[in-house]
């Protein structure tokens, strides 16, 4: 058996310029000190007026998130950027900051490589040791050839190996037509993207009658179900688009495991067959598809990975005019594991005291969100032990080539 | 090994009082012959202006209902007021309402009963073969006192054997306070309450930038993820106030299989672990409470199901205090299949042609969404014969005591 690699692919930062820009700002995003106690919050959503999580150098500082890949043996990070990304620019100013930060994060992988040579002690190279996807400027206005060209000098970009994308677009979400060169550039360049959430879904619902309902549950709804909604949303909308029948080859990495969809799957193969709308559409069952994403192992339990693990598996039994079809469920396992790889989501979900408040000075803590990811993968009872391997680190090696 | 029997727990209808109800009102909700084709349509949400879905005597035609049992070999059908309820009332009308739907209910399974001893075919007594779940005045200013007491008159009808209720409650949801005394009765009287979608998350986001965006997918978003995303949050929200810690014999059956809550309810525990407004709030994981549930096994998929299965029993490992927390993951097999039961979800998602179109004249045809509920049970390859005779039927005749 050989040794295990951690690679962590869902891991955030904001670059140092991104800290500025967002301090500068006096409407959300942003980060202000009005807060009771006059530390820094991330205020991100526009309904945050005085709210926001408070953020400190674990969210821009190279040095705490090394320390922090050190402290839980994660050979290999692929930092992305927190969102809201680059949302909130106007078309200009996205499509310049999309330079900047891909500059900014191949920088940052850089000082990484030197921070760890200084140290030197992993199994790894040092200069494998973090990566970075990076990022396009999607925002309101700007021209899909801006996107584009953004995949350019990512694919240029050695320490770049993918970019994440939120599921706003150009303003229209992802289904929008006008995204199509995207799709193509990034099947065509092999670039992975990865969805993940920001709005969450029912953010704006915080009324006695809305989604989340009069009752304070802290940011537990919108965080545990308004995030996992909005990726199934996102990724139901580029399926339904055709996206994957046009570019079968696009690789598309799903924050959470996918979300809320893997379980809601069979359930939307059926609605589509019965809609008028929709039901001639696609090339394939809409189950097919699932067997062409990719999905962080970050759902937090083995019963979940499981499960993404079957539905992803069984995918290829509703794929039109393969032989497939027909073929037993209990040939899949171990088919859909190779497409899950772990993740932490640092510095999101730092851990806490008993009393739920919340440990700032995290240099020393193993981390209770990164042990239950772990656990999970080694506690799902049907994988092998070559599959958890996968799922720590072989499959994010094979797919990015790292 | 004995013989199947099959048992709809998931089956609605419209009572014809409530029908003409719907023909005389001038807005949503509402029946109208608006259409190009001049066919009833059944108008639900505010937004549906002149559409909506062509309805007919399947809605509401006891004779019809009793054909599709037939048709489909179900011994026993529970059925449904289908949304939206009595949602829309003013309080007086709902209270009214609620009496005469519930003897309406009591009338329409007596009526089913004259029909099947005319037939007398079946293997189960004819009087068993239709029961219903009555309704409660739920809606906006109800004094929740008049809640209680259409309680103890379902206790009191013989074919009531439980009570539907949507997400929304008297107009605050279901973690409302004021409805504390109805979970109590509930509870009490040993009432199955049968919580079901209605609005569906992100209706009210059909704009370019809203959740399901400009493109035309038809229903097929909000009907296979606005409505488990709806049955998730509610069910959330149920849990987040203690309601399952105050009444713990509450017995709660949940429609589409739980909707999306399953697969996101390990992450739903790390979002509470991490916050401090509930970290310190329940007496146990939110896990634990999944396992207190009941679901329907209207999902489509066996994949699904079993994803269910698993999650329902590992349930137990994870309450304060109890020695089967260190349990192990294979022990928990086939605890969680006792808590499913087959559902069809009639006269929603009716058969229809290559094209698309609805088969209107559905007397004769076997329903598509029928059968792909029936093999996804058959097809659980975990589940032993026993296991799915279960959901097939008889974890319905224990639970409603039929």
Known sequence: MSKRILVDCHTHIYTKRLVSLLRSRTVNPRIHTNSPDGSEKLAILPQEVLGGR???????????????????????????????????????QAVTSAYECNADLEQYC???????????KG???????????????????????????SLEVIKQSPSLCGAILGSRGLGKG???????????????????????PHYGVGADASKPDGLWGAQDNGHVLPLALGFPFETAAATTRLILAGVFDRHPNL?????????????????????????????????????????????????????ELEAVD???????????????????????????????????????????KEDGTVITDDQTETWRSVTENLEAISDVPSWSQSAKMGVFGKNAVRLFGL
Chains 1, 2 share one sequence.
């Not at 705490?64 to 078309?91: C, E, G, T, Y």
């Not at 790894?124 to 801006?146: N, Q, T, W, Y």
Request: contains cysteine; hydrophobic residues 40%.
């Open 174 to 196: 992802l289904d929008d037509p006008a995204l199509e060169p995207v799709w193509e550039k990034a099947a065509e360049l092999g670039l992975v993207l990865f969805l993940h």
């Open 310 to 352: 079957r539905i992803i598996g069984r995918a290829e039994r509703y794929g039109s005019g393969t032989d497939a079809k027909g073929g037993k469920i209990q040939d899949m396992v171990e088919v859909g594991v190779q497409r899950m790889m772990f993740g932490t989501d640092h510095p999101f979900f730092p851990p806490t």
């Open 54 to 92: 408070t953020v400190g150098p674990q969210y821009w500082d190279v040095r705490n998130k090394a320390s922090f890949m050190n402290r839980h043996a994660i050979d290999i990070s692929i930092v992305s950027l927190a969102n809201p990304w680059l949302d909130f620019l106007d078309a200009p």
């Open 110 to 120: 850089a000082d990484a490589t030197k921070l760890f040579s200084a140290e030197a």
């Open 123 to 149: 199994e790894v190279e040092v200069a494998r040791r973090m990566k970075a996807f990076g990022i396009m400027p999607l925002a309101d206005g700007v021209e899909p050839k801006e996107v584009v060209k």
């Open 251 to 303: 690789k598309l990495l799903v924050a959470h495991s996918g979300g809320a969809l893997p379980i809601l799957s069979s359930r939307l193969a059926s609605c589509v067959a019965h809609d008028p709308h929709v039901c001639n559409r696609l090339k394939h069952d809409p189950r097919y598809y699932l067997g062409k994403l990719y999905y962080d192992a970050v759902a937090y339990g083995p019963e």
